[in-house]
């Protein structure tokens, strides 16, 4: 018997959302792949610390986009595709999702440009869903405060609400794939309602 297809379940959000934990938690319970962006490979682990880390050279906005896109084609050859081949199901902390919101609405640069970016740089593999966990800005700096910023946090609160609305506009605009979660609530309570959308949406693994 064939293996049941894989399914690519993406999580997105602004930093402090929670995000990660939540797709931890939902790999856990579908017996997922768990991975992220940027940096899930050997290759975008070295594209991960020239893009986020402080005190790195200065990165051109259209560079910073073709950067991703190459950590975002690595880790679809080495880690998304084959398990999704395997008929294993795979949860993104982060995915294309991401390069929209942050270098299109954040950055400014033209959506369709950046969409034929993303689709050329996966070979087309779009997630079977996006689930975004929505907190406001306000409660993303408390949860953050006290860690260092990276240097897409310390691009300033009108770049991240940028962020935070094209993350929304996306989510309204693409229904049918993208999932939109309270993230306010306790671990526990965004993990049931991620883990219910997710099911009414996808069902399970067989």
């Given at each position: 018997?064939?293996?049941?297809?894989?399914?690519?379940?993406?999580?997105?959000?602004?930093?402090?959302?929670?995000?990660?934990?939540?797709?931890?938690?939902?790999?856990?319970?579908?017996?997922?792949?768990?991975?992220?962006?940027?940096?899930?490979?050997?290759?975008?682990?070295?594209?991960?610390?020239?893009?986020?880390?402080?005190?790195?050279?200065?990165?051109?906005?259209?560079?910073?986009?073709?950067?991703?896109?190459?950590?975002?084609?690595?880790?679809?050859?080495?880690?998304?595709?084959?398990?999704?081949?395997?008929?294993?199901?795979?949860?993104?902390?982060?995915?294309?999702?991401?390069?929209?919101?942050?270098?299109?609405?954040?950055?400014?640069?033209?959506?369709?440009?950046?969409?034929?970016?993303?689709?050329?740089?996966?070979?087309?593999?779009?997630?079977?869903?996006?689930?975004?966990?929505?907190?406001?800005?306000?409660?993303?700096?408390?949860?953050?405060?006290?860690?260092?910023?990276?240097?897409?946090?310390?691009?300033?609160?009108?770049?991240?609400?940028?962020?935070?609305?094209?993350?929304?506009?996306?989510a309204d605009r693409?229904?049918?794939?993208?999932?939109?979660?309270?993230?306010t609530g306790t671990?526990?309570?965004?993990?049931?309602?991620?883990?219910?959308?997710?099911?009414?949406?996808?069902?399970?693994?067989?």
């Amino acid at each position: 018997m064939a293996s049941a297809p894989g399914r690519l379940i993406a999580l997105e959000g602004i930093d402090g959302c929670g995000k990660s934990t939540q797709a931890r938690l939902l790999a856990d319970r579908l017996g997922a792949v768990l991975t992220f962006e940027p940096g899930a490979t050997a290759l975008g682990g070295s594209l991960r610390k020239l893009l986020l880390e402080p005190g790195q050279a200065p990165v051109h906005e259209r560079a910073e986009a073709l950067l991703m896109a190459a950590d975002r084609a690595q880790h679809v050859a080495e880690v998304v595709q084959p398990a999704l081949d395997r008929g294993s199901w795979v949860v993104s902390d982060r995915y294309s999702g991401s390069t929209m919101a942050y270098q299109g609405y954040g950055r400014g640069l033209d959506r369709e440009e950046l969409s034929r970016l993303v689709a050329w740089a996966t070979g087309g593999l779009a997630p079977d869903l996006s689930v975004l966990v929505e907190v406001d800005l306000a409660l993303s700096l408390s949860r953050r405060r006290g860690s260092a910023d990276d240097r897409m946090e310390g691009q300033g609160d009108g770049f991240l609400q940028r962020v935070a609305d094209g993350y929304r506009r996306m989510a309204d605009r693409e229904e049918a794939t993208w999932l939109v979660v309270d993230g306010t609530g306790t671990v526990e309570q965004v993990a049931a309602e991620v883990w219910a959308g997710v099911r009414d949406r996808l069902g399970e693994p067989q």
